[in-house]
């Protein structure tokens, strides 16, 4: 089942296509890359995706409904999560804390909930839950100033998961990670990939084609090619246009 399209997904500023054009189709459960140089249009992309930005030109549609234009919000509220760049952590919070309150937002129950967080058993149980599956289940009663960078990005993946999103979306997921902290996360990506359809960027070609199903290759704001990871590996206008010629 096609769990997300683009249909000629564009979006100008001025006189520059930051997306030109973009047409994508991901089935559920499919792990599907995004890669490009620098400034390709892949942050615009999924701005756009996930109703940062409205387009120029175009539709998304998720899960057979046209959400072109609708709130970044209400997109969390359908289903679709974005993750590594969520701004409600709440630093003079506990770890534990922050995912609770994730928890209890995804299902409504925000009202006067700092006045009595731990009142939320069965909440609090799947909070739990969550922290386990990011590998942060042993930090839950720190404050987030003691996580390192890794577990940070953890915790905002975990704040995503209680959402319960069925497609997800990860800008640089290993940006500014040490090599323990990026086989870490590749390997949470993996077991997230179990429950709910991936979409992701990254530099780091052998985490790309460690992970994805399929590869689209962005330049200029526009797709230059698709296929699977062995078939951009041999593709040559990617080669020269991305990979280079040692590539």
């Known amino acids: 089942m096609t769990i997300l399209e683009t249909r000629k997904l564009s979006r100008r500023f001025g006189a520059l296509n ?6 994508l189709s991901l089935e559920a459960g499919e792990v599907r ?4 140089p620098n400034g390709a249009g892949k942050t615009t992309l999924f701005n756009l995706i ?39 952590i709440f630093p003079r919070l506990s770890v534990f804390e922050n995912i609770l309150v994730g928890v209890l937002a995804g299902r409504g129950k ?16 799947e909070a739990r839950e969550i922290l386990d599956r990011v590998e942060l289940g042993a930090k839950a009663g720190l404050p987030v100033s003691a996580l390192s960078h890794g577990e940070r ?4 993946l975990g704040l995503t998961l209680a959402l319960n999103p069925r497609l997800i979306l990860l800008d640089e997921p290993t940006a500014g990670m040490s090599v323990e902290e990026t086989a870490s996360t590749v390997a949470l990506i993996r077991r997230v990939a179990q429950s709910a359809t ?38 040559r206008t990617v080669q020269v246009a991305y990979l280079g010629e040692e590539a």
């Open 153 to 156: 990005r953890n915790l905002e």
């Open 18 to 23: 930051a997306v030109s054009d973009v047409s």
């Open 198 to 235: 991936v979409l992701f960027t990254e530099h780091d070609m052998g985490i790309v084609f460690s992970i994805a199903d399929n590869i689209s290759v962005l330049h200029q704001g526009s797709i230059i090619a698709e296929g699977t990871p062995e078939e951009i590996k041999g593709n």
């Open 50 to 88: 996930t109703g940062k930005l409205a387009p120029t030109g175009g539709k998304v549609i998720f899960e057979g409904a046209d959400v072109t234009g609708v709130p970044a919000h209400a997109l969390v509220r359908r289903g679709i999560g974005r993750s590594f760049q969520i701004t409600n």
């Open 33 to 36: 890359a995004i890669i490009g």
């Open 110 to 125: 925000t009202t006067n909930l700092f006045a009595s967080l731990l009142s939320f058993e069965t909440e609090a149980a």
